[in-house]
C-alpha cells in the first residue's frame, strides 16, 4: 500500500474510496489535487468540519495540492437532511457565512509552495449557469432510478423532498466536474454520509469527458454511544470563539471518553505513532491521570486558536478547581467559564448576597441549609476561599472582573453567577 494511505488508514481517515489499488499508484506517481467542500449553512464551520481539514493537511504535508471548496451557490440550496426540509437562508446571509468561512478554513492550510492551497468559491461558476445548458450537460448524466436509491432520499420519500433538495447532488457533481476542468482535480474528500455525492462526481467526469477520478470518505466520528462526536448539552462545538469559546473548546476534549480517545487523537493530533501509541498506552493503565485527554485538548486547542488561547483555558480550568487564582483571569475567560457552567445573573440590591444564597443560586447545592451544612463541614469555598461563617456576606473584594463568583462544594462541584452591576 502506498505509504500515505497507510498513515491515513492507521489514523482512521479511511472509511471508503472508489479504488483504492488506483488511487494508491495515483499517490505514488506524484502531486494529486484534492478538494473537499464547506457549504455555509451556519457561520462557522464545527468539529466535524475539522476531520476533514485535518485530511488536507495530511494530503498537503505529502505533497499534494488540496483545494478548498466554500459552496456559495450549493449553501444556498443545502445537502439534504435524513430528518427535514432545510429553511433556505437569504442570499445575503449566506455571502456573509462564505467569507467568514473562507477566513476559518484558510488558517489550515499553507498558501506558499510547491503544495500550494486554493480556495474556491462555486457560485463563481453557477451564477452565470443556463438553466437549458445545466440540464443538457450535467442532468443528462444522471439516473433518476439511482438518484432514488440513495438511502437519504429513501428516508425523505415518505415525509417529502423537494426538487431543489433532491437536485443538490448535480450541483455538487458539477463542482467536481468543473475543479478537473478548471485546475486539475481528481480526487474528492468528505464524510462517509456524503459518498454518494462523491461518487456521483467520479461517475460524472467519466461520463461527460472521459476522465478518472477518485473519492475518499471518512468515517463519522461518533461517542461510544452512536451519537455525533462534536455535540454537547448546550449545542454543536464550532470552531469560531464566539460560537464555541476556547475554554469550553478545550473542556470538551479534556471530557473526551476513555475509549474513544485513542481515535481522536489519531485524527486531531499531528504527532507521531510512537508518540500516540504511547499516549494511549498511558490512558490504559492509568485512566485516571488523563494524559491521552490533555494532550488532545492541547494539540487541537493549539491547532484550532492558539497557544495563548490554550493556556489562558488550562489557566481558567485550573483556577476554577483551586489550583490557580481566579483574580488573575481575564473577564472574557471567566464569561467564557460563567457560560459553561451555566450561570445566572444575580439582582443584588443595596446590598451584596449572602454566601449561602450564592451556593444555592450557582446550583452546587440544591438549598439554604444544605449551604450552612457544607459550610459548617468544611467543603465550602467563595473563589477557591474556604467559607467558615454560615452568615458571610459577599464583599465588594470578592468579586472578579466582570461581576463574576465562582463558588464550590468539595473538590468538584463548580458554579458561578455574575452579580448585575
Known amino acids: 500500500m502506498n505509504a500515505l494511505l497507510d498513515e491515513l488508514t492507521w489514523r482512521g481517515f479511511i472509511a471508503h474510496s472508489t479504488d483504492p489499488e488506483a488511487l494508491a499508484a495515483t499517490l505514488d506517481a506524484g502531486q494529486v489535487k484534492s478538494y473537499v467542500g464547506f ?3 451556519a457561520p462557522s464551520i464545527h468539529m466535524g468540519n475539522l476531520v476533514q481539514l485535518m485530511l488536507s493537511r495530511r494530503l498537503q504535508a505529502a505533497g499534494h495540492r488540496p483545494f478548498l471548496l466554500v459552496g456559495g451557490s450549493t449553501g444556498l440550496i443545502g445537502d439534504p437532511k435524513q430528518s427535514s426540509e432545510r429553511n433556505l437562508n437569504p442570499k445575503d446571509l449566506v455571502h456573509e457565512w462564505v467569507e467568514r468561512i473562507r477566513s476559518q478554513v484558510s488558517k489550515f492550510v499553507d498558501f506558499d509552495g510547491p503544495a500550494a492551497a486554493t480556495v474556491v468559491n ?3 461558476w453557477t451564477v452565470e449557469l443556463n438553466t ?3 440540464l443538457r450537460d450535467i442532468g443528462k448524466h444522471f439516473s433518476v432510478n439511482r438518484m432514488l436509491d440513495r438511502e437519504v432520499i429513501k428516508a425523505r420519500l415518505e415525509s417529502g423532498i423537494s426538487y431543489t433538495e433532491f437536485s443538490y447532488v448535480l450541483l455538487q457533481s458539477l463542482d467536481f466536474l468543473e475543479l478537473y476542468k478548471r485546475h486539475g482535480v481528481t480526487m474528492q474528500t468528505g464524510g462517509s454520509d456524503q459518498w454518494g455525492n462523491l461518487t456521483a462526481g467520479v461517475e460524472l467526469i467519466r461520463r461527460s469527458v472521459g476522465g478518472r477520478a477518485h473519492a475518499l470518505a471518512t468515517p463519522l466520528l461518533t461517542k461510544s454511544d452512536g451519537t455525533k462526536f462534536g ?5 454543536t462545538v464550532w470552531l469560531d470563539p464566539a460560537m464555541t469559546s476556547p475554554y469550553a473548546f478545550h473542556q470538551f476534549f479534556l471530557n473526551a471518553e476513555d475509549s474513544m ?3 481522536y487523537l489519531r ?3 499531528e504527532r507521531s505513532r510512537e508518540e500516540l501509541d504511547d499516549l494511549i498506552r498511558q490512558s490504559q493503565e492509568a485512566p485516571h491521570l488523563r494524559a491521552a485527554q ?5 494539540d487541537i486547542t493549539d491547532l484550532v486558536h492558539s497557544p495563548a488561547e490554550r493556556k489562558a483555558a488550562s489557566d481558567a480550568a485550573a483556577a476554577i478547581f483551586g489550583r490557580g487564582e481566579l483574580h488573575d483571569l481575564p473577564e472574557g475567560v471567566l464569561a467564557a467559564v460563567w457560560r459553561e457552567l451555566g450561570a445566572i445573573q444575580l439582582e443584588p440590591g443595596a446590598e451584596l448576597p449572602a454566601v449561602v444564597d450564592v451556593l444555592v443560586a450557582a446550583g452546587v447545592v440544591p438549598s439554604r441549609s444544605a449551604a450552612r451544612r457544607a459550610i459548617d463541614e468544611g ?3 467563595l473563589n477557591n476561599q474556604k467559607v467558615t461563617n454560615p452568615d458571610q456576606l459577599v464583599d465588594e473584594a470578592d468579586v472578579l472582573a466582570g461581576g463574576h463568583l465562582i463558588v464550590r462544594r468539595g473538590k468538584k462541584t463548580v458554579g458561578a453567577v455574575v452579580i448585575k452591576r
Open 261 to 263: 480517545v485513542g481515535s
Open 379 to 381: 467543603g465550602a469555598y
Open 231 to 235: 455535540k454537547t448539552e448546550s449545542g
Open 267 to 269: 485524527i486531531f493530533s
Open 294 to 298: 490533555r494532550a488532545l485538548a492541547d
Open 39 to 41: 457549504d455555509p449553512t
Open 122 to 124: 462555486n457560485y463563481d
Open 132 to 134: 437549458l445548458d445545466f
